[in-house]
């Protein structure tokens, strides 16, 4: 929060050579790129993107692929993928959510035909590139616009997620997302809905826990360690005092910019991107707290619900969002049951707690 740390440090005249090389490099492969004929809208610059890195089995159904991978090893995982490249690969719990964004990018070039702020996906994958050609003709098959591609061989990709300065991370692997929140960057693990459910196809819908996803987990350790009485009585003493910040508020950010961008242009009324806070908190004993500190970081929420403990799958249900981040395991998989993509973020006290039992 501005005014409440110290000030940033300047960049050394090295880094800013280096920043200025770097600034050259892209004008030159930009005004390159510029001069080719093309239909499809060319990714934008790094700098102005906020950029989604989606693993492949959370962007397809590699279920099959996997068990391959386990039971049989590397080569024959190989060889399967090659001999099946022309057979396309199924959703997977990512799908419609990359989807959504694609279709905010679309409304968004409508508006704004030279700004770049809008999304990338990139797909970050610890695949082989002889797997590419299969995870290719999908992402053609479906029409995706995914340009930028990581294949790592075998090696974790997430050492390549700060040079491609990813704003949120998804992958079906728990302990690389780990890792990724761990680093700094947003992150969560992807889990399939048991059911399906259609989604909405003209808006993106992102819900969203509170406490140690938007915010710290500073008051979800007063609930653990002291009870919920307590929890509500420090609630209502820090009422004024805003949360710190939470690994996904980052992502709620560059929702909310994006938003205004819709709403300079008369468009609030049919905006594609809505966002929801879906928190077990009560209102009225701890709920001012929640929305004072939205208030003093400058963002909006479309809707907040508090759930006073009760079950998040039938709220969820009624929402129908692309994708739901919570850090509790048991919620992510209550709203699974009743066909929710659900996202696990791996972070704070709730994790010790989970591990225990």
Not at 148 to 173: E, H, Q, V, W
Request: proline fraction near 5%; hydrophobic fraction near 40%; glycine fraction near 6%.
């Amino acid at each position: 929060m501005s005014g409440s740390g110290p000030e940033a440090p300047q960049p050394s005249d090295a880094e800013e050579a280096r920043l200025q090389e770097a600034e050259q490099d892209w004008a030159a492969a930009k005004a390159f790129y510029d001069n080719l004929v093309s239909k499809k809208p060319r990714p934008p610059k790094p700098q102005h993107a906020i950029t989604v890195a989606v693993s492949s089995r959370a962007l397809f159904d590699l279920v099959e692929e996997r068990r391959i991978y386990e039971e049989q090893g590397v080569e024959k995982y190989v060889e399967y993928q090659q001999n099946n490249e022309n057979v396309t690969l199924k959703p997977g719990p990512a799908f419609y959510f990359v989807k959504a964004l694609e279709h905010v990018n679309a409304r968004l070039l409508e508006l704004y035909p030279d700004d770049e702020e809008r999304f990338d996906i990139v797909l970050m994958t610890n695949n082989h590139a002889q797997v590419g050609v299969r995870l290719i003709n999908s992402i053609n098959h479906y029409g995706l616009t995914i340009e930028r591609f990581c294949m790592t061989g075998g090696k974790s990709p997430i050492g390549y997620l700060t040079a491609y300065l990813t704003n949120l991370y998804l992958s079906a692997d728990s302990e690389k997302v780990q890792e990724a929140i761990e680093a700094g960057i947003a992150s969560a693990t992807m889990f399939t809905a048991n059911k399906d459910v259609p989604y909405s196809d003209t808006q993106l819908r992102v819900a969203f826990d509170g406490d140690a996803v938007l915010f710290s987990d500073e008051s979800e350790q007063i609930v653990k360690e002291q009870g919920l009485d307590r929890f509500f009585e420090h609630e209502q003493l820090n009422e004024n005092k805003p949360l710190a910040q939470g690994p996904l508020k980052g992502f709620l950010e560059d929702l909310g910019k994006l938003q205004k961008k819709f709403y300079a242009k008369n468009e609030r009324l049919n905006c594609p991107i809505r966002t929801f806070l879906v928190t077990a908190r009560s209102a009225a004993s701890s709920g001012a707290r929640v929305l004072k500190t939205l208030r003093s970081w400058g963002l909006e929420i479309d809707e907040a619900l508090f759930l006073a403990g009760a079950p998040k799958g039938p709220i969820l249900v009624k929402i129908r969002p692309h994708i739901f981040f919570d850090d509790q395991m048991f919620h992510v998989e209550g709203a699974q049951k009743l066909g929710t993509i659900a996202a696990h973020v791996p972070y704070g006290i709730a994790q010790k707690y989970q591990k225990s039992v």
